[in-house]
Structure formats: structure tokens, C-alpha cells
């Protein structure tokens, strides 16, 4: 089954104590995208890739760290997570070899808590 | 500033009826728009993309218009069902393809 998939699915940590969320696509994708979802401010990107080792900021990247060493991994670190991200990840691929068309698949989402 | 708004947070409407969802953007001229369905906790699910030079596609009880001079595409469920309750959002393109801007969302529900 074509599909991303993110670890873990729930997270609850204290503030400062880095942590790393997974993710990962089976649908050979170029393309690689991070997003947070925010009561009242909706999806907003905070990092994608275009291929491997090619990655660049979204609209909030600060406190946020990626890497793309492998075409199907796109994981997401936060080195010293504070309360303001708490929040709803996503992460999503897309194809890029047909142009800039190509929609974009989502992972089931990381519900993070920083205490 | 790139803005782009759904005009409601909420609709109810009883099923059967069409439900007409509003996305208003200001600012870019987007070479296309796509418009996402996502169920509370759960990732969104592609729906549709409409093209700047398509005036409507549909996708069986789905359709969505884009009129590129009001800035503003329309997504219209007909024959709604209780099972189309959800938070639909539209997104945008913004950069070549690299990044999606996307609305707050309007949540419908449709009630029986």
C-alpha cells in the first residue's frame, strides 16, 4: 500500500530534551515536506526537500532541524523543543517528475506535547 | 502579504442538500489550486486540483471553480451526506511547486 508514515504517532516530552520524529515514504517521491497544524492558524510548512541532500526552509522553520540522506526518509528534529511546539506534525512526499502539479500524500500526523 | 481564506470556520446543512464552500486568495496568481479533505486527527486527502486555466473540474458528487480575476475558487458537494462531514481546506501553490499555502479550513457537517 502506497503510503507515509510517521513515528511516533504521540509524543509527550519535556522541555529542552531533543527528540527526533520519523518519517518515511514507499512511493519513491522526490519530494518531501514537513508541516505543523495550529488551532486557528492552519497547516504551515516548516521544511521541505526536493531530493536527497537537497532540503530549505518553509514559513516556520525556526527551533527545527531536517536531513534527507536517503531518498524514502525525511526525519524531523527538534533539538531543544520548547511549549510553542507543541503541536500537530505532518508529514507529506510528492512526485516531482511530472511538474509542479503533482499533489502532495500526507502521513497520519504526530501529535507532540512539550512540557 | 500572500493571504488566503475560507470564508466560514463552520457550515451545517441537512443532507441531500449541496453544501458551497468558499476559498478567497489575495496577492499571488497561483498556476493552480487544490482542495483537501481532512477528518479531525488524521492527515488531509487530496480531492481535487484545478488549473488556472480550467473554469471547473468535477470528480462525481464534487465540483470546484476557479476564477482567477475574483481570486476565488468554490467547492461544491451535491447530494451531501452525513459521511461528507469533515474540514475541507484549500491550498495553493506559491513557489513552483515547492510549497502549498493552505487555508484555515471550514468545517461542514451534514446532518440527517
Known amino acids: 500500500e502506497a503510503q507515509v508514515t510517521q513515528n511516533p504517532r504521540y509524543l509527550i516530552t519535556v522541555t529542552g530534551k531533543k527528540l527526533t520524529v520519523t518519517c518515511s515514504q514507499n512511493?519513491?517521491?522526490?519530494?518531501m515536506s514537513w508541516y505543523r497544524q495550529d488551532p486557528g492558524l492552519g497547516l504551515r510548512q516548516i521544511y521541505y526537500?526536493?531530493?536527497?541532500?537537497?532540503?530549505d526552509k518553509g514559513d516556520v522553520p525556526e527551533g527545527y532541524k531536517v536531513s534527507r540522506k536517503e531518498k524514502r526518509n525525511f526525519p524531523l528534529i527538534l533539538e531543544s523543543p520548547s511549549p510553542n511546539q507543541t503541536s500537530l506534525y505532518f508529514c507529506a512526499s510528492k512526485r516531482t517528475s511530472g511538474g509542479r502539479t503533482d499533489t502532495q500524500y500526507f502521513g497520519p500526523g504526530t501529535r507532540l506535547t512539550v512540557l | 502579504s500572500q493571504k488566503i481564506e475560507q470564508n466560514s470556520e463552520a457550515l451545517n446543512i441537512q443532507e441531500g442538500k449541496t453544501a458551497t464552500l468558499t476559498c478567497n486568495y489575495t496577492?499571488?496568481?497561483?498556476?493552480?489550486l487544490q482542495w483537501y479533505r481532512q477528518d479531525p486527527g488524521r492527515g488531509p486527502v487530496f480531492l481535487l486540483l484545478?488549473?488556472?486555466?480550467?473554469k471547473e473540474k468535477r470528480k462525481e458528487r464534487l465540483k470546484v471553480t476557479f476564477d482567477t480575476t475574483l481570486k476565488q475558487s468554490l467547492f461544491h458537494i451535491t447530494a451531501s451526506q452525513p459521511a461528507d462531514s469533515a474540514t475541507y481546506l484549500c491550498?495553493?501553490?506559491?513557489?513552483?511547486?515547492?510549497?502549498?499555502?493552505f487555508g484555515k479550513g471550514t468545517t461542514l457537517s451534514v446532518s440527517s
Open positions: 496577492n499571488y496568481s497561483p498556476a493552480y
Open positions: 512511493m519513491n517521491h522526490e519530494y
Open positions: 526537500s526536493m531530493n536527497v541532500e537537497v532540503t
Open positions: 491550498a495553493l501553490d506559491i513557489q513552483a511547486g515547492t510549497a502549498l499555502i
Open positions: 484545478i488549473r488556472e486555466n480550467e
